[in-house]
T-cell receptor
Framework: DTGVSQNPRHKITKRGQNVTFRCDPI?????LYWYRQTLGQGPEFLTY????????KSRLLSDRFSAERPKGSFSTLEIQRTEQGDSAMYLC????????????FGDGTRLSIL | GDSVTQMEGPVTLSEEAFLTINCTYT??????LFWYVQYPGEGLQLLLK???ADDKGSNKGFEATYRKETTSFHLEKGSVQVSDSAVYFC???????????WGAGTKLIIKP
């Protein structure tokens, strides 16, 4: 169990640029989740995959956001035409299937929009 | 919709003091309840969980009991240590959704 890995740890970019984050889940976990966390708040759900299928998307996920999980392994989250309000910590979590399997979190990618 | 409310922080205690961090929830059905901890500079870690009424989750000296009648899941520890300083998050997962609904977090500061 090597844990959930997220890259990069930090991303600084100018407003209007596109950014892409990567998440490598724990290898035997077939569920993968993306959350967003702003300072002083708890995480907010963005989207969820079971294997390669994206099963649920939050209303927070505007058209500028897209997530993929090709082959049901790693996942990418892309934000197009970034805005100041996109500045946040983006968290990835994974879990096994079934019942009350806990979600295991990565350390997150901190996005700062200049 | 479902929601979680935690007591506001920071909570500052002396070492060996008794800790309670309050958490109440609103949910339809019978959610599962979780406490996660985030140590400085680290990611979120599951601390404990309870999946049905009257269940008690426990780990590392922390405990929380799922109280359906008061819709609460308060976190307790009998004697805190400086190393317990962190941000604690209460969360629920309900119904057919697999997403977690989170409280705002409570920062705990333990002074030696």
């Amino acid at each position: 169990d090597t844990g959930v890995s997220q890259n990069p740890r930090h991303k600084i970019t100018k407003r209007g640029q596109n950014v892409t984050f990567r998440c490598d889940p724990i290898s035997e976990h077939n569920r993968l989740y993306w959350y967003r966390q702003t300072l002083g708040q708890g995480p907010e759900f963005l989207t969820y995959f079971q294997n390669e299928a994206q099963l649920e998307k939050s209303r927070l996920l505007s058209d500028r956001f897209s997530a993929e999980r090709p082959k049901g392994s790693f996942s990418t989250l892309e934000i197009q035409r970034t805005e100041q309000g996109d500045s946040a910590m983006y968290l990835c979590a994974s879990s096994r299937t079934g019942g009350e399997q806990p979600q295991h979190f990565g350390d997150g990618t901190r996005l700062s929009i200049l | 919709g479902d929601s979680v409310t935690q007591m506001e922080g920071p909570v500052t205690l002396s070492e060996e003091a008794f800790l309670t961090i309050n958490c109440t929830y609103t949910a339809t059905g019978y959610p599962s309840l979780f406490w996660y901890v985030q140590y400085p500079g680290e990611g979120l870690q599951l601390l404990l969980k309870a999946t049905k009424a009257d269940d008690k989750g426990s780990n590392k000296g922390f405990e929380a009991t799922y109280r359906k009648e008061t819709t609460s899941f308060h976190l307790e520890k009998g004697s805190v240590q400086v190393s317990d300083s962190a941000v604690y998050f209460c969360a629920l997962r309900g119904g057919s959704n697999y997403q977690l609904i989170w409280g705002a977090g409570t920062k705990l500061i333990i002074k030696p």
